[in-house]
């Protein structure tokens, strides 16, 4: 089977309220003791943010995107995507697809709360191990806030991909890059984006710090687990120069926004170092060419990872 997600055609797993597109790259495993890939996007991302990873994995990987409630081909929830409700729908999917291997999960930026809520709702029995794309922490808006009012308005008017540099150093092949932004120009995205980005993302965070998962550290014991810091100074960076280059923002708000780019990398990597704690075998590396989206401007990093896991299970205790 393909690892190309655009050549991929998805199986729709009913989870009891809906369903939800699923799509499995590469081959069956051997046994049902062979631990396999599941990507989780971040917030307002669907399947194709993963096209050049999963297209870069060795062949012989089984691995599985899928489309969150509301997302390309996936159906809506009636229930709102907060973080407990995509842990729930997800603990669902790998029950009903049925997903019977052990799993190594790799999830990207809000992904990084959608794991802890996964393992608070059904514990770590069911993964294999763990890897960490620029992930959030949950004590990340506390430190780091992506929505500093500030920086909102030096940006106000810069696209995203265009701002971040994306659009120019993307690994996606052509036929990728054109499905993924075809796709979030549609409404149906526009929809779920508007939930999850500006209703349930800010608030995940406070209803995961409460349940304190913390106090159980390790929390997923000596399953290996690979933490990826993306430069988030270059994502900033850009949208300032090009905000900037607009006319936007006084120079005082100017002054701060370059305060908060000089600082940006030293919190972040002190963030995604936290992660370092959920295991007692945890691997810290920092993608230093990108900045939030790893997995679409160095895909390598993010196959390394899984490499790495893969290498630290089959390893002698």
């Known amino acids: 089977?393909?690892?190309?997600?655009?050549?991929?055609?998805?199986?729709?797993?009913?989870?009891?309220?809906?369903?939800?597109?699923?799509?499995?790259?590469?081959?069956?495993?051997?046994?049902?003791?062979?631990?396999?890939?599941?990507?989780?996007?971040?917030?307002?991302?669907?399947?194709?943010?993963?096209?050049?990873?999963?297209?870069?994995l060795p062949p012989t990987i089984r691995s599985y995107t899928y489309d969150r409630s509301g997302y390309r081909n996936s159906e809506s929830s009636p229930v709102p995507p907060t973080a407990e409700n995509v842990a729930l729908e997800l603990s669902l999917l790998i029950k009903k697809a049925p997903i019977p291997n052990p799993l190594i999960i790799v999830g990207h930026s809000w992904a990084g709360v959608l794991i802890n809520e996964f393992i608070h709702l059904k514990g770590h029995g069911s993964i294999a191990g763990l890897v960490f794309v620029d992930a959030n922490h949950e004590t990340a808006p506390l430190v780091l806030d992506v929505y500093d009012a500030t920086l909102s308005a030096i940006s106000e008017g810069v696209e995203l991909y265009s701002g971040a540099g994306i659009e120019a150093e993307h690994k996606l092949t052509q036929e990728e890059w054109a499905a993924f932004r075809a796709d979030e120009a549609t409404e149906k995205f526009k929809l779920?984006?508007?939930?999850?980005?500006?209703?349930?993302?800010?608030?995940?965070?406070?209803?995961?710090?409460?349940?304190?998962?913390?106090?159980?550290?390790?929390?997923?014991?000596?399953?290996?687990v690979y933490i990826i810091g993306g430069t988030r100074s270059r994502d900033w960076n850009g949208f300032y120069k090009a905000g900037v280059a607009r006319g936007n923002g006084t120079e005082v708000q100017r002054s701060y926004v370059r305060e908060l780019i000089r600082t940006a990398d030293e919190k972040n990597e002190g963030l995604q170092r936290e992660f370092l704690k959920i295991s007692t075998k945890a691997k810290f590396v920092f993608a230093r060419e990108s900045g939030h989206f790893v997995q679409l401007t160095e895909p390598g990093i993010v196959v390394e990872g899984v490499s790495w896991v893969l290498g630290e299970l089959q390893s002698p205790a």
């Open 1 to 56: 089977m393909s690892n190309s997600i655009i050549a991929s055609s998805p199986a729709f797993v009913n989870i009891g309220t809906h369903s939800l597109a699923l799509y499995a790259h590469g081959p069956d495993p051997i046994n049902s003791n062979d631990p396999v890939v599941l990507f989780v996007s971040g917030v307002a991302s669907s399947a194709l943010v993963w096209a050049a990873v999963t297209r870069l």
């Open 192 to 224: 779920i984006e508007r939930k999850e980005e500006f209703e349930e993302y800010v608030p995940s965070f406070e209803t995961l710090r409460k349940k304190q998962l913390g106090k159980r550290n390790p929390l997923v014991g000596d399953k290996p």
